[in-house]
């Protein structure tokens, strides 16, 4: 290959997608550091030959001219996209979309189109694996709350550059909406909600608020203030995301039915779980857990495949759950 086409494509990959760009100056710096030495002129040339047939844009109004490809554009330079990187892009598209953020989300749609492309033209079973799998989460699945655009961008930008956001946003039990000022220490996915972990300016704790409860967002460039000793995984471990009902651990002993239950010797409940077999249908676990509000629904909806060992007052307070509901569903019989 001649030395010209090894320049135009080290070119090609030094220009990035639009809104970034890059300047005539800035490439050839660059282009220096790969040993091409070429004048500005020569770049400015090299570019708007290269333009006729690559999705090349120009901002003439600023000097020196910048340089982009074009937002939408597809990236046929070779290598082509393989079969196994266009199926991660396809399934990155239908299973990690809700978690990007949305500017890192425009970027990859090019890819996304062209993975999908490549998948349709390919005849390699491969091709196929989109159309064989899918992904179903535990629960009744309901529909995810719509989130608004521009307070997902803000939010997302404000915890990569670790800034604190303006958000108007509006609380279950708050009377109407309020302008707050958040430090935002991370996001946890939890079908159907987004949560955006992190303090309110003024108010005492940690708090959980609900993304789709947020109307309009403002990025404050303060650094944001988060306590040392904070870790996302230390506070979901807690059972803070489980609606706590109170802070101290429950040390939980069950007698379980096989092989309804089985999956908890699989899936423990907990680090410390200890299973015991007792004979051909039960076995034992002893665990520590959140006193959560999950854990008493699991339990009531679990009552037919187990017993309560440890500890008493969960078991009384379960057992009054139960009583009570088929109170009603007998009264309305």
């Known amino acids: 290959m001649s030395n010209t086409a090894v320049r135009y494509l080290t070119m090609l990959r030094m220009v990035p997608r639009h809104p970034r760009s890059i300047t005539t100056t800035e490439l050839a710096e660059r282009l220096e550091e ?9 770049i400015q040339r090299d570019l708007e030959k290269l333009s006729v047939d690559f999705p090349l844009t120009v901002d003439e109004g600023s000097r020196p001219y910048r340089w982009s490809f074009d937002r939408n554009a597809t990236m046929d330079i070779i290598p082509a996209l393989d079969l196994p990187a266009a199926l991660t892009f396809e399934l990155a598209r239908a299973y990690l979309s809700p978690m990007l953020p949305p500017r890192t989300l425009s970027h990859l749609r090019p890819h996304f189109a062209e993975a999908h492309r490549t998948l349709l033209r390919e005849k390699n079973p491969l091709g196929q694996w989109p159309n064989r799998v899918r992904v179903i989460n535990r629960g009744l699945g309901g529909q995810r709350p719509a989130i608004d655009a521009d307070v997902l961008e803000i939010v997302t930008e404000a915890l990569l550059c670790e800034y604190r956001c303006k958000l108007t946003y509006q609380a279950r039990n708050w009377p109407e909406p309020e302008k707050i000022v958040v430090h935002p220490f991370g996001l946890i996915f939890r079908d159907p909600n987004v949560y955006l972990i992190g303090t ?56 379980c039915d096989k092989p309804a239950l089985n999956h908890l010797i699989e899936s423990p409940l907990g680090f410390d779980q200890i299973t015991t077999e007792i004979n051909d249908t039960t076995f034992e676990i002893a665990v520590t857990v959140g006193d959560t509000q999950d854990l008493r629904w699991w339990l009531t909806a679990q009552a037919v495949h187990l017993d309560i060992l440890e500890p008493d007052w969960l078991k009384e307070e379960t057992a009054r759950t139960l009583e009570s509901g088929l109170q009603r569903i007998c009264s309305k019989v």
Not at 210 to 236: K, N
């Open 200 to 255: 309110i300016e003024g108010r005492e704790g940690i708090r959980q608020l609900v993304l789709h409860r947020a109307t309009t967002g403002e990025l404050s460039e303060e650094p944001l203030e988060r306590p040392e000793d904070f870790d996302l995984d230390l506070y979901i471990r807690s059972g803070a995301m489980g609606i706590l009902r109170s802070n101290e651990p429950v040390y939980l002993k069950l007698r």
């Open 34 to 42: 790969h040993d091409f030495s070429v004048t500005m002129r020569s």
